[in-house]
């Protein structure tokens, strides 16, 4: 905790000398444009990533970037960032190099992960393919998008928020946009 507490010392006084005011307005509230569901790997951090000063990302992070209609946690955020943050759009993140769904891909039994697990084998292939692990993890953030745009708490309260899927590489630090979807009034319309 030393190092944290050091570090966030640094961050506090970094931030101070740019600008001495910064702390009273980041306490006014937040308005964030995004809201973001990506993976819980320590590599691929969506702020650090995108350098998007505190405040501008709402993030949920679950290993592999799952989206489930009976995950609690994330139909929570989802309905706090659409309901009353009004986010602008929704990003999916996935990233190359995805433990998660290599687990998934090689069939890992550890019972503690058995349900995640499915949940992400759910989005890929049934059958065993040829396809790399980064193809994997892209069917996987795509196989995300669809069920975004399927989830109910969207449906009703995303009308006009753009649901982007990407792929963040970590052998290069890009990130790529995969696909974008709209719900429009009523229904779901793809936009590309
Ligand atoms: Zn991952």
Not at 51 to 77: C, H, K, W, Y
Not at 100 to 111: H, I, M, R, S, Y
């Amino acid at each position: 905790m030393e190092k944290l507490r050091e570090k966030n010392l640094e961050f506090i006084k970094e931030i101070k000398k740019e600008d001495p005011s910064y702390f009273d307005r980041l306490k006014e509230g937040q308005s964030p444009e995004y809201f973001v569901i990506a993976c819980s790997d320590s590599r691929v951090c969506p702020s650090v990533i995108t350098q998007m000063p505190l405040g501008n990302l709402f993030i949920q992070r679950n290993i592999a970037n799952q989206v489930n209609e009976n995950d609690e946690s994330l139909t929570a955020s989802l309905y706090y960032a659409l309901k009353h943050l009004k986010v602008e759009k929704i990003i999916i993140k996935g990233h190359t190099g995805c433990g998660g769904v290599k687990a998934a891909a090689d069939g890992n039994d550890e019972p503690e992960l058995k349900d995640w697990i499915e949940s992400i084998q759910s989005s890929l292939p049934a059958e065993k393919t040829d396809h790399s692990l980064d193809d994997l993890a892209k069917m996987n953030v795509l196989a995300q998008v669809e069920k975004l745009k399927q989830h109910p708490t969207y449906i009703k309260h995303g009308k006009g928020v753009p649901v982007i899927g990407c792929m963040f590489h970590v052998e290069t630090g890009e990130l790529e946009e995969l696909e974008t979807v709209i719900a429009s009034a009523g229904d779901v319309e793809e936009t590309i």
